[in-house]
């Protein structure tokens, strides 16, 4: 009997995060799961996201339910179960004895970048709407808890060598790589949360990762003392990336 294996990568937002769940989503023995707390952080924080009224109807608000479904049995009798997760969705109210119960791993991007990105749909982020603080604290209570350091991916190394990054965080996570993740067919899926329509434009387009493009964007300078932050945390994730 092959054991089932329960991945969670934790990302923050403006990733490649919504890419590599197409590329796991394109595996015959993956089911995939979209930001499965992100109705939950809407109805908690009282963020006003766009379409927040529709994700929190369609989604589900009660975070022990949610952690029953990501630790439980793997929809559609599949044997990985990938859960996209964006860490700033996990509110400190969320238990985090769970995660023992999942392979966690990470999904960092240049925060340059991130949030040159993010200011084109909101144009005053605080440091905890960037998921780098988040990303850490993770981080380092699964790396306490399980004795051991979780992969972590970067953005760029994918993007500049997709199969070999994605081969090291298969051996990382402990199943085989399958060359089906280096391309997927266009168009929205089913498994995309209801917000698809309104942020996935460009992915739909999509049939492979897209060559990495340096970024000439310069941060605003009302969000330099936030970049900094944001540097520091992603340096200390950095140093144990995949390479």
Known sequence: MV??????MWSGP????TAMMRAWGNRADTF??????????LSATGKKHLAADE????????????????????????????QKQMA??????????????????????????????????????????????????????????VKATPPVLDAKDVLENPGRMLRLLCEAVGVDFNESML????????????WAEHWYGEVAKTTSFQPYRPSQAKVPAHLEEI????????ERLYEYRLH
């Open 3 to 8: 054991q089932p294996v329960r991945i969670a």
């Open 14 to 17: 403006r990733n490649i995060s």
């Open 32 to 41: 995939v799961i979209d930001e499965p707390f992100y109705a939950y952080y």
């Open 55 to 82: 994700v929190i109807a369609s989604g589900e608000t009660d975070w022990r339910k949610i952690v029953a479904q990501l630790t439980g049995p793997i929809p559609n009798g599949k044997r990985i179960f990938f």
């Open 88 to 145: 700033h969705h996990l509110l400190l109210d969320v238990g985090r004895e769970w995660l023992s119960a999942v392979t966690n791993c990470f999904l960092i991007r240049d925060p340059r970048e991130v949030i040159a990105s993010y200011v084109k749909k909101r144009d005053d982020p605080a440091l905890q709407d960037l998921g780098f603080r988040q990303q850490l604290e993770i981080f380092d209570f699964v790396r306490t808890r």
């Open 183 to 194: 391309s997927w067919p266009p168009g929205l899926r089913q498994t995309d949360g209801s």
């Open 227 to 234: 970049y900094g932050h944001c540097c520091k945390l992603y």
